[in-house]
């Protein structure tokens, strides 16, 4: 849970424009694979140096550079250099806790979103854990940079490979487009289930005061707040592209992006929807605790009630007096008896006239 | 309730325009039929074909073609090709989860709206369900898709048919605003259902802390959650189509649709003002749970507090000792008795002080 | 209380445009009064015809038609028809449940505002209920709509007789502005009223929990919801008429609508000012019943610390074992005594230490 | 503290424009102050009639009219016809219950805002007053309206008198930024002491739940509402004097005006700040009283459970049935003692165990 | 904590312009260093007079004039006098509770923010300080004023030394983006101590419900509510910068500060997900103290349930009755206990049944 209040800091004092890698630690070496296409015809490899890229940035086919892993900020600088990235955008790709952004450098635009998934976090959690996604897409070619091998963009592979669809006929436009697709169509995944959990959270609520039940309504309170910040930025980013006002972006690919921005909403209302709806299960959660002690002190009340005054009668015939003519009449026991008797149930009768019972 | 929290999830990983039906299953035929006026002529009948209707896409007479179930997209695609529909707003059709919107393609406006309907949920409660609308107004035609056969449409189909009101001598985007208006009204028949139980749950409550309140008002507190969503966003779809900036819904529509638009501004004042008032149903609930354990609390101290001391009182002269003087006054026994009675009096008098009797 | 959740419903399925009374039903005749006048002249009466009025629309002179009932929709047609008023615009008039507004239809505007007054509810609680007053204003002609006869607009009335004020010399602008005025006007009575009530019932929870208090609270929160949806859309209509831009509302009546702005806000901060000073009563309340509790709960750990061990002593010496040498000793049964007294003296010191006494 | 809830209503009824005093009585005489100044010169007194101001209305020089009590619609009506003052604005002088607002007559600027002070309410308690000040700004001359004879102006008439600072060298709009400005000020000092007893009331808060603290923080959270009704608004006023868009207070001006602006913006964060520290403040106790009552609730438990079965054994052993023979053993007495005192002290474990204790 | 509370009051009553300052006693000597540099060549010195700057001015070189103490106003007011600085913007840099701003004064652009530290505050807990920064930036000079001497520029100064990075090569602007870059770096770490801060107390809450929690949980929101305070105005301040739109910051620096734009915008975020987190936290700690007291009732109706019914069969036949013929049963004795033995089985199965055990 911890991890979602870390803030980067192994940067400051360094001057701007300094690659230096922040995020988790990693070992693995960065994999690049590039993907040449057009309509025609299809080139599919792993470059063994830098040239081999650029080689095909200026051809008019689409060319995809997928690089996974950050953590080797020289990797990050050869690429850039090669393509002319300016070295602050070099520096937000290294830095994986930046929020999602958009910026227009007319020849090319840099975008940044948060791929969520969702991992066993040993204690039998699903926790939601985010990676960042930097796409550079210029004219005829784009930049894919993130932390790990996901497998969010293996349709989009397939489709590619397959030439399915409109993707081959397209430009990088389009294939950034297919890409920012399935990273928003990848929240639905864990929008779903985080709704299961949900559900069963709740029934367990409204079967019972459950003891840890506010400490798991906090912690996915602290899961939404965690989406919401990884969404959020992600609605202006794509009203943004879909206006079509860049040279890259061009307005006929509007009403794709509309689309996915209609799915972005989707996204940041359902986690409107599930804060509302925790925020409603804690009140239930606090309503039941409270509902209980009062049936806990009703128990206790009739009980007390009832018997205290009884142990005051035994107690008084218990008493050593010598002058007590009712100790020697012949039906004093049963009498008394009688009297505890029907006091007990006049206490009863009162208590449920008063609906206590 | 647990439906609420669902979120569509079959079309991951899929190309952007495959049309894959989201929603609730079903299994009955899709059922299409053809109304066609003009202000001296009307033809009603169910299509075999599609043909049919496209024969009458470009006759200068209106042309409703209404399509009942959206669970076959073979049939949802036949229609909008034959209609030159871009196939993401055919995508848009079949996913029934989308949020109420309105596209403008030049040649037609596409809306999405959200018709409601209260229906008994097996346990005796009403529940509240949406089902998705989606409209596209051409020139002279419009098709209507809706998921099951809803009867909120029959009263436009009855003036139609009787040639009644101005129906007849307008075109397609008057027909268009009569079923949006239909549906608006269905709002204010869920509303006043709403506001029923809503009445009937807060009158419960005055009466004492019912066990399950807390739950009712969560209950209720989700169901205008997702009321809210249904409507919130229609503000914006009638407030631009109220604004008569397209071809197909010109200036003079403006003044009807700016009626609905204030009706669904009421709508969602209501449902702001339900939401309001079940917070303040929370804090009666919560605030009445306390009183009532407060009460219970001051039955048990006032007995306890009367009673424990005359138990020791008793329990002494209940001792063994061989030397106790008072055991053998010869008026001990009632001067004990008086002491008690006196005792627990000056308690009762002490407590009326204080007002806790 | 009830009265507040009311949707109007029985116009649902009928075509847009027709006219169907909602709200209160009512059986007292529609009353119609005409005041013509200019500077020189006035003629008032109650025209037997609506031919009598139409002959009044074209004179230079301002007219002001007061139809004091809605109920009867085809008295609303009539005038309407007579003055070319739009058929939505009829609708709206005896539609009594619409939210203020004002539209603008170049020949005339059309304002709907809410007049509120407070009634006696029979138990003993003034109620705040609204009515709704509908203007049309024209070139020269003013028709006033509302509910009920209210004596809101005697003094407007009174000035025009005695031709006291500008009000004979200026158009029927300036008597929409006089009658908007004396509505808002009201509203600061009623707002008078609303604040003692308050004050009244901070004193009793200053004093004490009260147990019905988070009842009233809530009624009082209630009222509060209905005034701020009767007078908040008030603020945008009145804003519009007083940036002058129609033909109806010239530029020099701007000042005076300024001037009703600024009540407006006045009243609408004022309501504001009221729920946060509720929502402020009832933290009170609730901090107040803990806080009884609190005392009640230490009554009764202070009597119970006190008296339980002691019984136990009490107990111990009233066991029946035969060799308790304790019951033999001469000063025995003073030592237990004091024994008891100390014991009790040393949990009242203890006790007291704590602050709890 | 009910005095914030005054709502004006003694004019309900009368024409727009008619001068009425609202605000509290007063029973003083007006006094009129004038000071005419310009570099080289300054001349001061006291007018016995309305013909000795106008006299200086056109000179060149700065001519300051202070007005001392507008109790007395007559007065404010002479000096407003002589300076060809709106109706409107001489209505808005008297009725004190204004908000700060401001008016642009071309001629002159008409500025509303309030002056409080701190006010010893009898019961040792310090409250917060407002005072409406109505500035007329024209060119060459400036007429100020208070309600009580404030000496926040003093430092203002003094660099005045002795020729201090710029204020000699500069016209009327200048005259009314240092009025303004020290209206302000006064802010900062009001906010130090609130600020002040926000503290005291934190450190009791902090020492332990005192019984009234709610009703403390309940008494400064409508101080707060209070202050921020008086001075949220005069943040508008203030940002479209610094627009220089009048011709009264032009460009240059802006400067002056920004600076006023970023204390009214401090002023407000300032109480935004002390909100928010309030409402912290009520979590505190409302936790502070639940923790004492757990506190309550473990003594009186562990008293309970412990003494309670212990007074069950003796009252076992103080049964009379005939055949109990551990009565009759030797050590049966001492037996029962130990295992009392066992079962005791295995309690109190337990209840360290469990972290009661 | 008080400190925060804190309202500047000691200039009121002074006219506008005067230097007063406003914020911590200090008195140590007010320190000023000086660094002149272009691409090629770097002076560094601490001038003896005011000269030794203003020769300086006028070069083409850049010169950082750097000064350490403004608790002396007339080395501001020389400084500030021979740069040609406003009066007003002399004040604000001596008074030290201004919020972050930008003024654009053409020839210079005056720059308020925050810098924050961390400071032990004698009782183990850390603080966070606030320190006023005044940037006075023109074409080819920068005068920065601090209150102290903080270590935060000295990257920056070894950037300049070293001639690393880009900064000798450019101008003032940049130098001012640096300076501003390192004070927003600087964030991340007081925000990163705050998150460590945080999840302690997070983890002791999770723990079980500590006495003090609310306490704290109370301090860290004041700190968040201060850290805001400090840093939400910088939002807009370098949003503005990063327009452009001034002579002194063109547009070529906008990349730079919307590089550090979005930076303060993470920080803004963080201390929002840290407020959102301390309610929660709050709420958990609520929600355990309810816990926690739920528990001990149920231990104490536990006890009193089985005990008290037991004491009082033990009263009966403790009760001096002559006729009592139980007593005289050979098995009366073990009976009872078997009987009371049972009773309490049976008590305790049902509340194993209720799950209370």
């Not at 095909?56 to 892993?69: A, E, H, L, M, N």
């Not at 939601?128 to 497998?151: K, N, Y």
């Not at 929008?191 to 996915?220: F, W, Y």
């Not at 009340?301 to 018997?307: E, L």
């Amino acid at each position: 849970m911890a991890r979602h209040l870390k803030i980067r800091t192994n940067k400051v004092g360094l001057p701007p424009g300094t690659l230096v890698h922040v995020g988790e630690e990693r070992t693995e070496p960065v994999r690049i694979t590039v993907m040449d296409y057009d309509q025609d015809q299809l080139r599919e490899f792993c470059p063994t140096s830098i040239d081999q890229c650029s080689d095909y940035r200026d051809r008019p086919s689409v060319t995809w550079i997928k690089v996974v892993g950050v953590h080797r900020p020289e990797v990050v600088e050869m690429i850039g250099n090669c393509f002319g990235i300016h070295p602050l955008v070099q520096e937000d790709v290294v830095h994986t806790e930046q929020r999602p952004k958009m910026e227009d450098f007319d020849d090319y635009i840099f975008i940044i979103l948060k791929m969520l998934k969702s991992v066993d976090d040993g204690a039998g959690d699903e926790q939601i854990r985010s990676e960042q996604l930097s796409l550079i897409v210029g004219r005829g070619f784009l930049i894919s940079f993130q932390e790990t091998e996901a497998d969010v963009f293996d349709p989009v592979r397939d489709r590619i490979r397959k030439s399915k669809g409109k993707i081959r006929r397209k430009g990088a436009d389009y294939l950034a487009y297919s890409l920012i697709d399935a990273v928003v169509d990848q929240y639905f995944l864990i929008l779903e289930e985080v709704g299961e959990e949900l559900e069963v959270l709740e029934e367990e609520l409204l079967a019972g005061p459950a003891p840890d039940a506010s400490q798991k309504i906090h912690r996915m309170k602290r899961e939404m707040i965690f989406l919401r910040k990884s969404v959020w930025p992600l609605r202006e980013v794509i009203s943004r592209l879909s206006r079509g006002e860049s040279e890259i972006f061009t307005e006929p690919m509007g009403i794709y992006f509309r689309d996915v921005y209609d799915h972005t909403v989707q996204v940041i209302e359902a986690i409107e929807t599930f804060r509302e709806i925790l925020s409603g299960m804690l009140e239930i959660h606090l309503s039941s605790i409270s509902n209980r002690m009062n049936e806990v002190m009703k128990v206790l009340t009739i009980i007390a009630t009832i018997f205290i005054p009884l142990t005051l009668v035994a107690g008084i015939y218990g008493m050593n007096f010598e002058y007590m003519p009712e100790l020697r009449w012949r039906y004093g026991y049963p009498a008394v008896l009688v009297l505890m008797a029907s006091a007990g149930a006049i206490m009863l009768i009162y208590f449920r006239r008063r609906r206590w019972i």
